[in-house]
């Protein structure tokens, strides 16, 4: 791939008063990707309680969004490059809008599992056309505060959709239960379609690359057989078929690399660019971005639990409780872009990980010494400082994997780098069932559940904290100081549709 193959159409209109109407209706449609995702969470004890879900569908519901956003992630980008990034973005937020009454009207489990998973594929296509339409509509001297707006709406999204996903489940409207917290999409994304078809204005790639649908469905194939066994294997014993799957799944992932480097070799448009492999420091971020996404999968999921299934609290106090970890990330996320980075280098994200690390231990230091005792208060001092360990990884991540990579390839990479983190998340949303409800006994008593999952979370907690060590000892691999040459590279979009220079900014939405 060259860079003239991933160039902004340089005969877009120029910049009129309408780009600010339509840079608020994509940061909308961004605000509102980003709050479902951490907005299901806070609600997921509600949906199991009042839905009957099963512990395997309840880890659907949020996998299932995140499997099918990271496998459409890259295509969608495409589409948008040959077939308009307008005509995507609205394909993407009316099926977004489409998909979020099937969830809040779904009549069961299953439907809700099913919803969800058309939420993810279409955000696959909605979310990256939000960067691409801003390069796009506004010249290079004003994407920098465009993208300084962006990230405070990573941030708002960030602390706001657990309070808003507490908020909603707790007043019950109209005797709703947890069903609100998707049809408040409804409004939103029915008023994105109608304003975005008017203010924004179409672009497209002007050489854009193939789809490689190929390789789409091999990377899905491949996880769908490690993820759902991993899922449904605890409820149904361990069968056979499902170890016979996860051994699948390393085959189909072999014939996703045989067949992505005779991709590369007929017509140059691979999903993955396995050259991109031989720079030690992508192939060591790729690792970290997976590994941490698999952490991140696993806590998010099983601190809910066992807050408001084991401590017994209210979606509210949950939301709440949550607020000093959301702000310690935003706030230690600016303070290592801006700060730190430029003058420490790779020691700021090692001592991100092991700050996180020290956070996971004092958690379940507290989660041990106080018990079902617990208070909200006692959990500030280690959700602050895993929410500073976190901030100081997910803002400088990216462009450190990405300062060894050709610039020709940047945008290929920086896909994958938002790919793979997607793809760590399922893949620790499907772990949970081996690592914490493994732990949780089958017909339990009231007062056994409590002690129950309380030792559950703390079992997790350990592998969260393993999991940080290994990330540690991996960013070894990254550069000691992460090249600035990607600046020049503005004007580019990569093939999820994102921008080199909004990599910051991805990676907090991840």
Known sequence: MTSTETLVDSTAPAPDRRRWFALAIVMTAAFMD????????????SIQAEAGASDSQIQWITAGYALAFAAGLITGGRLGDIHGRKRLFLLGIGGFTLASALCG????????VASRILQGGMAALMVPQVLSIVHATFPAHERGKVFGLFGAIVGLGAVSGPLLGALLTEWNLFGLEWRPIFLINLPVGIAGLILGSRFITESKAPKALKLDLVGVALVTLGMLMLIYPLTRGREL???????????GALVVFGALVAYERRKAERDGSPLIELSLFRVKSFAAGIAVQTVFGIGLGIFFLVWTLYMQIGLGWTPLRAGLTGVPFSIAVSTAAGLSVQ???PRFGRKVLQAGALTMTVGVLLYIWESERYGLGIASWQMSLPLVVMGVGMGLIVAPLTDAVLSEVPREHAGSASGLINTVQQMGNALGLGLVSVVFFGEIGDRLTRTEVGPAFVNAFQHALGWVA??????????FALPK?????????????DSSGAAPSEDRESALAG
């Open 237 to 247: 014993g361990w069968p056979l078929w499902g170890h016979l799957s996860m051994a």
């Open 339 to 341: 700060k730190l980075v």
């Open 34 to 45: 980003l709050v479902d995702v951490t907005i299901v969470n806070i609600a997921i004890p």
């Open 481 to 493: 100081r992460p090249a600035q040459h990607l600046e020049g590279a503005e004007d580019t979009t």
């Open 466 to 475: 393993a999991v940080m060590a290994a990330i540690f000892l991996l960013m």
């Open 105 to 112: 009207f779904a009549a069961n489990p299953e439907m809700l």
